[in-house]
């Protein structure tokens, strides 16, 4: 399995922006499928943003498309998270996850290997 760290979350005013990173180990990075997660609390695991193992293709969940971009760069192993134009709802821990196979997939039961998540407050 993948080995997965995030970081770079933080508190953050409504309308602010922040940048999750997910440094992943291992030599099967660049062969996976991605995602983020994140689950507030008293809610579910919800689906953020997926992208292939490529970059080439992305999707998003309705409440964040257009304000939240899901990128990674291969060559350092590192997934990304840009968030802006935050709203108090997006507050949660965030997960990065790594797939199953090689392509983009909004569900989690397509993931199985897991950060220890990084939390995101914002206020308003």
């Known amino acids: 399995q993948t080995q997965l760290v995030e970081s770079g979350g933080g508190l953050v005013q409504a309308g602010g922006s922040l940048r999750l990173s997910c440094a992943a180990s291992?030599?099967?990075?660049?062969?996976?499928?991605m995602g983020w997660f994140r689950q507030a609390p008293g809610k579910e695991r919800e689906f953020v943003a997926t992208i292939s193992w490529s970059g080439g293709i992305t999707g998003y969940a309705d409440s964040v498309k257009g304000r939240f971009t899901i990128s990674r760069d291969n060559t350092k192993n590192t997934l990304y998270l840009q968030m802006d134009s935050l709203k108090p709802e997006d507050t949660a821990v965030y997960y990065c996850?790594?797939?199953?196979?090689?392509?983009?997939?909004?569900?989690?039961?397509?993931?199985?290997?897991w950060g220890q998540g990084t939390q995101v407050t914002v206020s308003s």
């Open positions: 996850a790594a797939a199953r196979n090689s392509l983009s997939n909004p569900n989690y039961r397509e993931y199985d290997s």
């Open positions: 291992g030599r099967t990075f660049s062969s996976k499928g």
